[in-house]
């Protein structure tokens, strides 16, 4: 089973600082997507970036980019010049490949409180 | 027209009460999820909806049933639930051959089982 794991519970960065959040999974597949979701505090979830497995440059989505490291199992968030509407819940996510009986699971990571200071 | 839309945004019932919940998008999406969030912790997956047939169950107990009586809309109908089952239940609409695709969710309902 994949599972998803993220080490920090709690961050906080400094406003136009530069923060990295961790994400590792476990997976025996070689084809998945990967997915940062922000759920602020109005509950909703809005996805941050994506990621092809197969593609081994890093996406990038303004400030926010990540870090993927394939045979590491690592995809970690980088948000640079952090803004005061950054605050928020984040959650690293894992979904298995169209030819998996699961690929309508998006599978969760336990997400990481990200404060931003004034 | 790019919502997913849920009512009601808070509801509160008892252990004997019958309730249900809705979720409606118009953005042409053939797959629609319920998703299940205890505070601070990640969103669970209960049930999804592919073409409009449940595809994935994850093992909810009975006293959770799913529909899908139309490609725009989902519910979740509640009884007899416990006190554990309050929590922010999820709703979420993708098109289910884009994988890549983000899913979009909707704000949730609150719910709370006295």
């Known amino acids: 089973a994949q599972t998803v794991t993220q080490s920090q519970p709690e961050m906080s960065v400094q406003e136009a600082e530069t923060v990295t959040l961790s994400c590792t999974y476990d997976?025996?597949?070689?084809?998945?997507?990967l997915f940062w979701y922000k759920q602020p505090p109005s509950r909703q979830m809005i996805l941050v970036i994506r990621q092809e497995a197969y593609k081994q440059q890093n996406a990038t989505e303004n400030r926010f980019s990540v870090n993927f490291q394939k045979a590491a199992k690592s995809f970690s968030l980088k948000i640079s010049d952090s803004q005061l509407g950054d605050a928020a819940m984040y959650f690293c996510a894992y979904r298995p490949s169209p030819g998996s009986s699961n690929t309508g699971k998006l599978i969760f990571g336990q997400g990481t409180t990200l404060q931003v200071k004034p | 027209d790019t919502e997913v839309t849920q009512t009601p945004k808070h509801l509160v019932m008892g252990m004997t009460n019958k309730k249900s919940l809705k979720c409606e998008q118009h953005?042409?999406?053939?797959?629609m999820y319920w998703y299940k969030q205890k505070a601070k912790k990640p969103p669970e997956l209960m049930f999804v909806?592919?073409?409009?047939?449940?595809?994935i169950n994850e093992s909810v107990p009975s006293r959770f049933s799913p529909e899908c009586p139309n490609s725009s809309l989902l519910n979740l109908h509640l009884h007899a639930l416990q006190p554990e089952d309050s929590a922010l239940y999820l709703c979420a609409s993708s098109q289910p051959d884009r994988v890549l695709e983000k899913l979009f969710f909707g704000s949730g309902t609150q719910l709370s089982v006295l």
């Open positions: 997976t025996s597949e070689s084809d998945y997507y």
């Open positions: 909806y592919s073409y409009e047939k449940l595809s």
């Open positions: 953005m042409g999406h053939r797959a």
